[in-house]
C-alpha cells in the first residue's frame, strides 16, 4: 500500500507540472524522465529506470531549431555572425537555468541524496539540461510545433532584450576589446587559488593586463571565475572611466 501510494503522489506531481506549464502529455513517463538526474539510478538499483540525458541531446538540437528559425525570421537584416552570437546567448547554461528556476524544474528532479546535498537542485548545469530534456520530452510527445509553443512562451521574449543590449557579448570579449584598445595588449587570467574537495571546488581567477591587476573573481569553475574577474575589470574601468 505505501509504495502505491507513493506512486499516485508522484504522478500527481508530474500532473501539477505539465498543468502548470501548459501541456498535456499522452506518456507523462517521458516528462518523469526528463526530471531524472542519472545520479538518481544508482540509488534505485532494483527499479528499471531511465536518466534525462538522451532526452537532452534531443531537447538541444529542437531548441536550437527553434531559436535558429526565431532569429532568421526577426532579424533579416543582421548579418549571420550576429544572429549565431544571439543564439548562444539566448541557449546558454545561464539562460537555460534562469528559466528552469522560474518553472521549478529543480524542485521536481529526481536525484541522488548525495547530489541533493551538494546543492543540485539548484545547480545552473542540471537546470540547463533539465530545460532541455523536458523539451526533448515535449518533442516525443507532442510534436515540434508544441515544442515551438513552449519555447516561444517561456524563453524567446528574453532575445529581445539579448538583441537590443547586446547581453551576447559576454565581459571576457568587452574587456578585452577595451584592453586591446587601450593599452594594446591582451588580457590573461591566472589562477590565485582553488579550494574545496574535487567535488565541490570554487576558483579565484585574476584579470591581467601586463603585470597589473584589474580583477578577481570567484566561481565553482575556472571559466566562471574568469568571468566574474572580467566583469569586476569592466566595472573597474568604467568608474575610471567616470571620474
Not at 531537447?59 to 532569429?71: F, P
Not at 534562469?98 to 543540485?120: C, D, I, Q, W, Y
Not at 513552449?150 to 577595451?178: G, M, W, Y
Not at 578577481?216 to 569592466?234: C, D, F, I, V, Y
Request: glycine share 6%; net charge positive.
Amino acid at each position: 500500500m505505501p509504495s502505491t501510494k507513493k506512486k499516485k503522489q508522484k504522478q500527481n506531481k508530474i500532473e501539477i507540472l505539465a498543468k502548470k506549464l501548459g501541456l498535456k502529455f499522452s506518456d507523462k513517463s517521458l516528462l518523469e524522465r526528463a526530471l531524472t538526474h542519472r545520479s538518481y539510478l544508482n540509488e534505485k538499483k532494483n527499479e528499471k529506470l531511465h536518466h534525462n540525458e538522451r532526452l537532452e541531446f534531443l531537447g538541444d538540437a529542437v531548441l536550437e531549431l527553434i531559436i535558429s528559425e526565431h532569429l532568421f525570421s526577426a532579424y533579416p537584416e543582421r548579418a549571420e555572425g550576429e544572429l549565431t552570437s544571439f543564439r548562444a546567448a539566448t541557449v546558454k547554461t545561464d539562460t537555460l537555468a534562469l528559466v528552469s528556476r522560474e518553472l521549478n524544474f529543480g524542485e521536481h528532479l529526481r536525484m541522488s541524496k548525495g547530489e541533493e546535498a551538494t546543492g543540485g537542485r539548484d545547480k545552473d548545469y542540471l537546470l540547463a539540461n533539465t530545460f532541455e530534456s523536458v523539451l526533448g520530452s515535449i518533442y516525443i510527445d507532442q510534436g515540434y510545433e508544441s515544442c515551438k509553443k513552449f519555447v516561444s512562451e517561456v524563453l524567446i521574449p528574453r532575445i529581445e532584450n539579448i538583441v537590443e543590449n547586446r547581453l551576447d557579448i559576454d565581459a571576457k570579449t568587452e574587456f578585452q576589446e577595451i584592453a586591446q584598445a587601450r593599452y594594446r595588449l591582451t588580457p590573461t587570467y591566472k589562477l590565485v587559488v582553488a579550494k574545496g574537495p574535487d567535488h565541490e571546488k570554487t576558483f579565484t581567477m585574476a584579470i591581467m593586463v601586463g603585470d597589473d591587476e584589474f580583477g578577481r573573481g570567484a566561481g565553482p569553475s575556472k571559466q566562471k571565475a574568469e568571468e566574474k574577474a572580467a566583469q569586476k575589470a569592466l566595472e573597474k574601468v568604467k568608474a575610471d572611466d567616470k571620474k
